[in-house]
């Protein structure tokens, strides 16, 4: 009698195990998320945007052990407001857009999360290389829209290193500056959807 019980405890333990865990997925609502970027030029400041991308989400209020992001940019909607900078950096000097049309995100990892805010670990490729980032986030939490769409926003930002990527071209001036920066500050200001099947 007690082995039956014990081999149908184990058989109702497993069978729990095998549900499917529903996370809350969200799309990335395009219309209400920025990729933007900052860097040096001289002395002062350059800042752009990629103007197409496209990620998803897994986020659970207090469940920092079910959240992940990935996505995708198409880097050739580079945009600085500057045309010909703009055409300079689709090329080989920089992004080489037709050798390398997308830079990819995906993440791998939270710690220190909190209600606001949380590290999240991921990795990078850009010109074809990869390499692990880190992450501050500002969480906002999810609310409804006046027409019942389920929303959930934050802010993701970190600091890359263009060299470690491969984009290294620069021009020195004559009092000895380089014309432009290595470190790149990237700002994700992300909101996304709740898909219909998942859960809340």
């Known amino acids: 009698m ?14 729990f195990l095998s549900q499917p865990v529903w ?32 990620g998803s989400f897994d986020y659970e209020p207090g469940k920092p052990e079910t959240w992940k992001a990935e996505g995708t940019i198409q880097a050739a909607s580079i945009d600085t407001n500057v045309e010909k900078r703009d055409a300079h950096l689709r090329t080989a ?11 990819t995100f995906k993440t791998t990892g939270v710690k220190e999360a909190s209600e606001n805010t949380a590290k999240v670990d991921a990795v990078i ?8 980032i880190a992450l501050d986030v500002e969480i906002y939490g999810v609310a409804k ?32 500056q380089v ?3 290595e470190e790149v500050k990237i700002t994700l200001e992300v909101e996304g959807v709740l898909q219909e099947g998942s859960s809340r």
């Open 179 to 181: 014309l432009v920066g």
């Open 93 to 103: 000097d920089f992004f080489d857009v037709e050798k390398f049309p997308v830079i």
């Open 23 to 54: 996370a809350a997925a969200y799309k990335v609502d395009t219309d209400h998320t920025s990729v933007s970027f900052k860097i040096r030029h001289i002395l002062s400041y350059v800042q752009g945007n990629f103007n197409q991308f496209e």
């Open 145 to 176: 829209d006046p027409w019942g769409n389920t929303r959930a926003s934050f802010t993701a930002t970190t600091t890359i290193n263009r060299k470690d990527f491969g984009l290294t071209w620069n021009k020195t001036l004559e009092a000895g």
């Open 125 to 132: 490729t850009i010109h074809g290389v990869e390499r692990p």
């Open 2 to 15: 007690k082995k039956t019980k014990r081999s149908f405890l184990i058989l109702a333990v497993a069978l």
